[in-house]
Nanobody
């Protein structure tokens, strides 16, 4: 059974930075893509950043230049470094991993205070 566990969320002041980490376990295969989504109250879940196993990345326009995704294929981990945080970055951040299906973490709350 595949499990994804996130860590690193919390309360941050605007302009600050944080690093989210996610570790996958229970998989007997390599994931095609790993990354992060987020969901703010009353809004749809949106992609923040994703990275393929080959290293190709994609970022949401809203975090462009402020987010860096990194991944360790051997360890099945994916991290998200975000800087210059804004109150609109407040959301629950979900780690995901894709191999035919999407597997999801339980989510970690990020709150950015103004």
């Amino acid at each position: 059974q595949v499990q994804l566990v996130e860590s690193g969320g919390g309360l941050v002041q605007a302009g600050g930075s944080l690093r989210l980490s996610c570790a996958a376990s229970g998989n007997r295969f390599s994931f095609n893509a790993m990354g992060w989504y987020r969901q703010a109250p009353g809004k749809q879940r949106e992609l923040v950043a994703t990275m393929t196993s080959a290293g190709s990345t994609k970022y949401a326009n809203s975090v462009g230049g402020r987010a860096t995704i990194s991944r360790d294929n051997a360890k099945n981990t994916v991290d998200l470094q975000m800087t210059s945080l804004k109150p609109e970055d407040t959301a629950v951040y979900y780690c995901y991993a894709e191999k035919v299906f999407n597997f999801w973490g339980q989510g970690t709350q990020v709150t950015v205070s103004s």
